[in-house]
T-cell receptor, first 112, second 116 residues
Framework: QKEVEQDPGPLSVPEGAIVSLNCTYS??????FMWYRQYSRKGPELLMY????GNKEDGRFTAQVDKSSKYISLFIRDSQPSDSATYLC????????????FGRGTSLIVHP | DAGVIQSPRHEVTEMGQEVTLRCKLI?????LFWYRQTMMRGLELLIY????????DSGMPEDRFSAKMPNASFSTLKIQPSEPRDSAVYFC??????????????FGPGTRLTVL
């Protein structure tokens, strides 16, 4: 079992839909949780960053962490064709370790 | 402020040739990460430097791969000799571990390497 599991998709939705992207993990020591967005032929860019459990909202994006279930989610409201990209979850332990473990990424396609 | 800069953006070479990839960190950042991304394996960490010192190179696939940081803002990743299975997109990412710095990694645009 990989340390971080993420369904590769592709996930295809119509414009305006609510999108839910998810990752599960096995290492209970993870404390920092990130979502990166990667457009085709570009580098990953940090989208959301959360420490420990709870929700964080930024515009149309909401990141949710459930440490008891070892499950994190990214919700995109009112999805747009410009949201079409690969979304990678990443997570790391604290205590001076700065090396994240990445999921494989989920390919999202938002069609007009 | 410029982001992470990588060169070349594309490299096509023949098996057995030496390949050198270059990375310039974001100004003020002091940690550098080299990654390799393929469809099969996703994003893999190759090596991590902090303050110019290699901290973790356990991801470097074999002795054909080497990485250096000759100064605080620049790094090279060298593959010698290159093999077709090295074909991938290579990213570097930088981060600041100093007080008040950004917490997470910022990625460059990547170098797409094709070894024929």
């Amino acid at each position: 079992q990989k340390e971080v599991e993420q369904d590769p998709g592709p996930l295809s939705v119509p414009e305006g839909a609510i999108v839910s992207l998810n990752c599960t993990y096995s290492n209970s020591a993870f404390q920092y949780f990130m979502w990166y967005r990667q457009y085709s032929r570009k580098g990953p860019e940090l989208l959301m960053y959360t420490y420990s459990s709870g929700n964080k909202e930024d515009g149309r994006f909401t990141a949710q962490v459930d440490k008891s279930s070892k499950y994190i989610s990214l919700f995109i409201r009112d999805s747009q064709p410009s949201d079409s990209a690969t979304y990678l979850c990443a997570m790391r332990v604290g205590g001076g370790s700065y090396i994240p473990t990445f999921g494989r990424g989920t390919s999202l396609i938002v069609h007009p | 402020d410029a982001g992470v800069i990588q060169s070349p953006r594309h490299e096509v070479t023949e098996m057995g040739q030496e390949v050198t990839l270059r990375c310039k960190l974001i100004s003020g950042h002091n940690s550098l990460f080299w990654y390799r991304q393929t469809m099969m394996r996703g994003l893999e960490l190759l090596i991590y430097f902090n303050n110019n010192v290699p901290i973790d190179d356990s991801g470097m696939p074999e002795d054909r791969f080497s990485a250096k940081m000759p100064n605080a803002s620049f790094s090279t990743l060298k593959i010698q000799p290159s093999e077709p299975r090295d074909s991938a997109v290579y990213f570097c990412a930088s981060r600041s571990t100093l007080a008040g710095g950004d917490n997470e990694q910022f990625f460059g645009p990547g170098t797409r390497l094709t070894v024929l």
